[in-house]
């Protein structure tokens, strides 16, 4: 029997924070947006902002050599038929639940339209999955091209990106160079995980540090400008990547691996329980502000999507939602040698 790939604890650790950075943001806007106000956890979200897309894609980028080593049909199998599957399908799940407000907000046929639209520009909280495979494409067709010049375009594509209109591009634009620094760096990251592991004095000052850096260019509004947006992306890699490589394996360090290693289930399932505790929260809880309520539902969005996914594990009933079916899986070729005669 094949043995199992092994898996990097400090990197579940890294796609678990950063998942529940992603849930945590649209848990937060969605509330504020409710009742109308900003509630401290809006702090949370805009200290978090310089660094979560980017831990994202640089941990994407952290293994991508493996694509870039497979032959064309599984790579398409792997990496586009894959993600667009589930893109997909919870796209028409999103639009099972919200069909009905966008028809009364935009009409029948505005909600048609803006359903088909959505096949060229990604909805809502399903753009990672849609942009990711596009990632490994052009890395795939150019990763043969010299390093320095990759980053150097990759970094002018990111002074760019907003003057870039189209969505898909934009993104692109934004996020590329990250995804670079992951996969051309990741000799360099699995180094700074083990120093960090042998010096955690260390580590936690350096936090610190980088903790009151990183607020204070929130604070004063320089994050988001060029080039502070790429320093704060990648001090902010190096900080979530020691961090997670110093985190013990029990407590809060087993939470974050749990949802590293199922980082797909939560983000493709927690907009529904998100969704309902949202509506549901001025009845139940009457005294919450706007900060306790983003925080429960954040809470209720994480653990609702958790318990959808384990249900589904265990009772072998609707498996489709997050394991691929044989049907929308690329096969291999068969082989047309002919086999010699006994």
């Known amino acids: 029997m094949a043995k199992a790939r092994e898996r990097i604890e400090w990197v579940d650790r890294a796609k678990g924070l950063t998942i529940l950075l992603v849930v ?21 979200i805009a200290f978090a902002q310089p660094l979560r897309m980017p831990v994202f894609f640089a941990i994407a980028g952290l293994f991508a050599v493996k694509a ?22 919870w796209l028409c799940i999103n639009f099972l639940f919200k069909g009905a407000n966008f028809a009364a907000d935009l009409g029948v046929d505005g ?18 999955i849609y942009l990711l495979p596009f990632f490994f494409l052009i890395l795939r067709l150019t990763h043969r091209l010299p390093v320095f010049g990759q980053l150097l375009v990759a970094i002018g594509l990111k002074f760019v ?11 692109f634009a934004d996020y590329y160079i990250f995804f670079l620094l992951g996969y051309f760096g990741r000799e360099f990251w699995f180094r700074l995980a083990q120093s960090a592991q042998d010096q955690k004095l260390s580590v936690y000052f350096g936090l610190i540090i980088w903790a009151l850096v990183n607020a204070a260019m929130v604070t004063m509004g320089y994050h988001a400008d060029m080039p502070m947006a790429l320093i704060l992306g990648l001090t902010g890699i190096v900080a979530i990547v020691s961090f997670c490589a110093v985190l013990p394996n029990w407590g809060p360090g087993a939470a974050l691996k749990y949802c590293g290693q199922n980082s797909l289930p939560i983000y493709l399932g ?8 949202r509506i549901l929260m001025p009845k139940l ?32 009933i609707g498996t489709f939602l997050y394991k691929r079916p044989h049907w929308a899986k690329l096969e291999p070729r068969r082989s047309n040698q002919i086999a010699p005669a006994e």
Not at 24 to 44: D, F, P
Not at 113 to 118: A, D, G
Not at 270 to 277: A, E, K, R, T, W
Request: charged share 15%.
């Open 270 to 277: 927690f907009f529904l329980p998100m969704v309902i505790s």
């Open 68 to 89: 870039l080593s497979q032959n064309w049909r599984h790579f398409w199998d792997s990496k586009f038929v894959h993600f667009f599957y589930f893109y997909i399908l």
């Open 161 to 171: 990106a907003e003057d870039l209109s189209f969505f898909v591009a934009n993104r």
């Open 24 to 44: 945590l943001l649209h848990s937060t806007l969605g509330v504020e947006k409710y009742y109308a106000a900003q509630g401290w956890m809006h702090e949370v």
């Open 111 to 128: 909600a048609v339209l803006l359903f088909l639209k959505s096949f060229i520009h990604p909805f809502g909280l399903l753009w990672f």
């Open 285 to 316: 809880c009457e005294v919450c502000d706007s900060g306790l309520a983003s925080l429960i539902v954040f809470l209720v969005a994480v653990l609702g999507a958790i318990a959808m996914f384990e249900l589904v594990k265990r009772t072998k």
